[in-house]
């Protein structure tokens, strides 16, 4: 009898059915995959025996009692577990987008001055009515040439309103005369008024180099209260007040002075020390600032003050098919009867009750001025005669009519209001780390040993099964032809 090369030998009176072979690929079935177990454990043994992860080593360790392995499995779950659930903590912080504001000071050597926008509180010069201007001359309304040609209201405004070489009686600009000339014309809802340092006249933007008074703009105002139209009613249009009302923004910033300006009275002169704001928001999710430009045809530069305007100058459009003189674009000017009947009750609805319409967000990117105000009476006893000289006025006049407004920065040093981002992935890869350290001795080469015992196990796994699968082909083959060699005897 001639004897198979294994473990296992075929009678001779057997024969070579399906179930012999089944029983055959089964044995050698259990036996490969007891041998892949083995050098799984093998392995794994090894692994953790060096392993620099902390007590992995003392669950597998022979000098240790099975009380002391037990121990070192319990103390090696519990810190993982806290591992896991301080990282699973941070995750789901950073996933909330916390933000953080830091607020600080930086110097300059020098700044950009802000532009300053005032308007006179009178829309119109009495002195220069007309009896056509006059004519039904009621609340805005037909307002007509004596042919009953409407009036148009933009250049009635502009030649009824005040006049800056009239009302300017001295400026200065860093100790150096300036004239109305340094002046822009604007439209308000206050009429017509005047920006110093706009940047639309094309010259460059004025600096300063010193902080104080006397390093910024002082001009002196004729504010010609004698020109003021008489209060026949109370309308929505009536102004009890007499002065100027100022704003001072960006360049970049369209004036909105009617709901930003602060105001100034006659008779006083008024300092206005100025901190240049500069405020740096985040876009969601971290913040709620607008990063986009801005979607208008009349601005380029996205500002709360040109998302209002432009929000109101197409409420107008939409409700009454004009627009108002100060609103821009190229839709007609709305007449005195749109004033009187559409236009002013809409904005002054838009302005006070319907908050939904207009949502404008805050840019990302802003500047702003933070402003203290003192002032002093003027003119002095001492000074009164000498003014009231000078231009050629009376005193009460002077006193009645006359004010300083003096600008300037406090010092050379800007506010910078920055939000950041409080937790990022590199925070959260530190805390983790920490965490690793701390609770299980762990590293990122620690990590690379895992994936090196996976992939050693992987490896060996696959070579370990394809050398038995071969093996165990050749077996079956090696018994068929035992079996027929002993048929043949």
């Known amino acids: 009898m001639v004897t198979a090369p294994t473990s296992e030998s075929i009678s001779p009176g057997s024969l070579p059915n399906d179930a012999q072979e089944t029983t055959i690929q089964n044995k050698t079935g259990k036996r490969r995959t007891s041998m892949l177990k083995q050098s799984w454990m093998e392995i794994t043994v090894a692994f953790m025996r060096r392993t620099k992860v902390h007590g992995l080593m003392y669950v597998f360790s022979p000098d240790k009692t099975l009380t002391q392995r037990i121990l070192w499995l319990l103390a090696f779950f519990v810190c993982v577990s806290l591992l896991f659930t301080w990282s699973w903590n941070r995750i789901l912080y950073l996933m909330s987008y916390p933000a953080v504001t830091r607020i600080k000071m930086e110097w300059t050597h020098n700044m950009s001055f802000p532009a300053v926008t005032f308007c006179n509180h009178n829309l119109f010069r009495v002195s220069s009515l007309t009896k056509v201007d006059l004519y039904h001359c009621g609340y805005w309304m037909d307002l007509m040439h004596q042919n009953h040609s409407v009036l148009e209201k933009s250049l009635m405004i502009g030649r009824l309103g005040h006049q800056l070489e009239d009302m300017l009686l001295e400026c200065r600009f860093r100790g150096e005369n300036c004239t109305h000339q340094n002046f822009t014309t604007i439209y308000t809802r206050y009429g017509k008024c005047y920006t110093f340092n706009s940047g639309l006249d094309g010259n460059p933007l004025l600096t300063t180099l010193k902080g104080g008074t006397g390093n910024g703009l002082e001009i002196m105002l004729d504010i010609q209260q004698d020109e003021y139209l008489p209060v026949w009613g109370e309308t929505d249009e009536t102004s009890y007040e007499a002065g100027i009302k100022v704003q001072i923004h960006s360049q970049d910033e369209p004036p909105f002075i009617d709901q930003l300006g602060f105001g100034v009275a006659p008779g006083f002169q008024t300092f206005v020390s100025c901190q240049q704001q500069l405020l740096q928001y985040l876009p969601p999710p971290w913040g709620d600032c607008k990063s986009t430009p801005i979607d208008s045809e009349f601005f380029s530069t ?94 009460q006049y002077i006193g009645e009519n006359v004010l300083v407004l003096d600008i300037f920065f406090e010092a050379l040093n800007y506010e910078k209001i920055e939000q950041k981002k409080a937790y990022e992935i590199a925070g959260l890869l530190g805390d983790i780390g920490g965490q690793m350290g701390l609770f299980i001795g762990a590293s990122v080469l620690t990590i690379l040993e895992i994936f090196d015992y996976l992939y050693e196990v992987k490896w060996k796994h696959s070579h370990l099964f394809n050398h038995l699968k071969v093996f165990s082909s050749s077996t079956v083959e090696l018994m068929m032809m035992n079996y027929l060699n002993l048929i043949k005897k």
């Open 302 to 395: 996205y500002s709360i003050t040109a998302c209002r305007i432009d929000c109101e100058t197409r409420y107008l459009v939409e409700n009454c098919n004009c627009r108002m003189v100060h609103m821009p674009g190229t839709s007609m000017v709305c007449t005195p009867e749109q004033y009187k009947d559409c236009a002013d009750p809409a904005l002054d609805f838009l302005v006070e009750k319907d908050n939904d319409y207009c949502v404008c967000e805050t840019p990302c990117n802003m500047i702003r001025y933070g402003k203290e105000l003192s002032m002093v009476k003027i003119p002095s006893k001492a000074s009164a005669k000498y003014l009231a000289k000078k231009f050629n006025k009376t005193e």
